[in-house]
């Protein structure tokens, strides 16, 4: 019975707000109240007919979606439109209903699984097609550097260690994605808060690990998961970070800049008379989550898009002559909405993620 009204729900609220994401490039608040407000109703009254594990349950995975919400908001990895809805979900999804799927403290995990893997899906996809076989061999050699391998096998083969501690200690079920999340704020909090480079840290953490582990830390099921772990961020760099931009962004005349529209490229003042631009995104891990770099720049958070005021800014640093360039590249982004709508509508019908009901499906056919 709770499973038909929260899905009866999730379909109208979920058409609504795909809907106006898809038209419109924006979610109204007055929808995510809604949902939030229902789920909390919902919540209450079920929870006086059940047990207190119910209602501890859901306080305490709305209390840590609002919290991830936020920051993956401060990250700039999404909007906060994107990130209300998320916890709009959050609220409106029980724990209960997380059947196969259910993480400890934070259910609503499956959401982001749900969401975020259908729309890598669909770049992989879609990507080759259009970015074509000399402009893909481009980006490849770029990736493929050296460099970028022995950094990113450095960073992964020693935090990869200190991830599965993290979740044995809070005995939380070992998760492939759990631990792309963890690699992904880990590399956040050395080079955004600690300014520390990751692959310095990574080095000494890997020597921490082979001295602790010994011949255990080059076990086949640990150079599995390193290289799973491994292929996926080449996989994300390549094309998240990589090809699609280009491919997802475009050029336009400083004077036709709008409200709402999110750069592709970020304005730092490098002297006081002297503005200069650089690439978001480009091929760097780092800088995708980065919201402003080491410099001055004229931007608040990027994944809100440009305010009114970074407009104003913008575009009298350029009539002033310090800024040369004309132009600036803007993101043409994807409705997010209807990818979080469909991983929702997996989770109350199936109770489980799509990695799981992807498993089953093969496992069926062996």
Avoid at 251 to 259: L, Q, R, W, Y
Avoid at 335 to 345: D, E, S, T
Wanted: charged share 15%; hydrophobic share 55%; with cysteine.
């Amino acid at each position: 019975m709770v499973n038909y009204l929260i899905l009866t729900f999730l379909i109208i609220f979920g058409v609504i707000t795909s809907y106006e994401d898809f038209k419109y490039k924006i979610v109204r608040n007055k929808w995510i109240l809604l949902g939030i407000i229902f789920g909390a109703i919902f919540a209450l009254t079920y929870s006086l007919n059940f047990s207190f594990a119910f209602t501890s349950n859901y306080v305490i995975n709305a209390l840590i979606s609002i919290a991830f919400g936020y920051m993956l908001w401060y990250v700039g990895l999404w909007s906060a439109g994107d990130a209300k809805l998320f916890i709009a979900y959050s609220f409106i999804i029980f724990p209960i209903v997380y059947k196969v799927s259910y993480i400890s403290y934070f259910p609503s995990f499956s959401i982001l699984v749900n969401t975020f893997v259908p729309l890598l899906v669909f770049y992989i996809i879609y990507i080759p097609f259009k970015a074509g076989p000399k402009r893909i061999g481009s980006f490849l050699l770029n990736v493929l550097s050296l460099r970028i391998l022995v950094t990113l096998s450095l960073f992964i083969f020693g935090f990869g260690w200190i991830i599965e501690i993290i979740l044995k200690a809070l005995k939380i079920p070992s998760n492939f994605f759990i631990g792309i999340t963890f690699m992904f704020l880990f590399l956040f909090l050395l080079n955004k808060g600690l300014k520390l480079k990751a692959i310095s840290v990574g080095f000494v953490i890997c020597i921490v690990r082979v001295f602790v582990q010994g011949t255990t830390a080059f076990s086949l099921h640990s150079l599995y998961n390193f290289a799973l772990m491994l292929l996926t961020f080449l996989a994300l760099r390549f094309y998240l970070i990589g090809i699609s931009y280009e491919l997802f962004s475009k050029e336009i005349k400083i004077s036709e800049i709008k409200e709402g529209m999110i750069p592709a490229e970020d304005i730092i003042q490098t002297r006081p008379d002297c503005f200069e631009k650089r690439t978001f995104l480009r091929f760097s891990l780092i800088g995708a989550m980065m919201i402003k770099g080491a410099f001055n720049s004229v931007f608040s958070y990027v994944g809100d898009g440009m305010t009114k005021k970074d407009i104003k800014k913008i575009k009298s640093i350029h009539n002033k002559g310090f800024l040369k360039e004309d132009k600036i590249r803007v993101f043409e982004a994807l409705p997010f909405a209807p990818f979080m709508f469909f991983g929702c509508l997996l989770i109350v019908i199936f109770g489980a993620d799509i990695i799981i009901l992807f498993r089953a499906l093969i496992e069926s056919f062996i």
